[in-house]
T-cell receptor
């Protein structure tokens, strides 16, 4: 079974530029999560999808961050415009469905904003 | 207030020894779940073990066990017979309320475990 795929692995951009990250979850997984992990901290949930609907986006900075999962499969997270404090690893995870305790994570995209 | 506290930023342990990683949590919700994840240098988070607040027995998964002390609000991870491959960051996390399995996790800051030969 293929794992959660994320791209790119690394990205360096200047502040005020825009950037997009892509995630392809494990086939058949209905629940998808995006987390932000700042260096030295644990991951923080940004947004959770159930199929193509948003379950929780309470911690997503909606003035600059957006995410979509149009067909209920892969997902894109966008930042526009980026700030220095957005430098972090962005982790995507998927779960078979909401009642399953095990979520599978991708290797993440490391974003550096200069 | 911190919802998840991991007080050990780093630990060095000899190979084959048992390891206990500390985690305390703070919630007023009677229904919650506690998770432990491993993050190796490659970056992905690997699910290790889960304990529900109403579970009567401590969770075990192979070499991993969770020492759940509800009155103390403590959920320590115990790794028996440590191996070199156990070297990684370890995160404790909590889900509050009657939500779904891994919804809305709050993570601690992690413990960096290094196993020495």
């Amino acid at each position: 079974e293929a794992g959660v795929a994320q791209s790119p692995r690394y990205k360096i951009i200047e502040k005020r530029q825009s950037v997009a990250f892509w995630c392809n979850p494990i086939s058949g997984h209905a629940t998808l999560y995006w987390y932000q992990q700042i260096l030295g901290q644990g991951p923080k949930l940004l947004i959770q999808f159930q199929n193509n609907g948003v379950v929780d986006d309470s911690q997503l900075p909606k003035d600059r961050f957006s995410a979509e999962r149009l067909k209920g499969v892969d997902s894109t997270l966008k930042i526009q415009p980026a700030k220095l404090e957005d430098s972090a690893v962005y982790l995507c995870a998927s779960s078979r469905d909401r009642e399953y305790t095990e979520a599978f994570f991708g290797q993440g995209t490391r974003l550096t904003v200069v | 207030a911190q919802k998840i506290t991991q007080t050990q930023p780093g630990m060095f342990v000899q190979e084959k020894e048992a390891v206990t990683l500390d985690c305390t949590y703070d919630t007023s919700d009677p229904s919650y779940g506690l998770f432990w994840y491993k993050q190796p240098s490659s970056g992905e988070m690997i699910f290790l073990i889960y304990q529900g607040s109403y579970d009567q027995q401590n969770a075990t998964e192979g070499r991993y066990s969770l020492n759940f002390q509800k009155a103390r609000k403590s959920a320590n991870l115990v790794i028996s017979a440590s191996q070199l491959g156990d070297s990684a960051m370890y995160f404790c996390a909590m889900r509050e309320g009657q939500r779904g399995g891994a919804d809305g996790l709050t993570f601690g800051k992690g413990t960096h475990l290094i196993i020495q030969p």
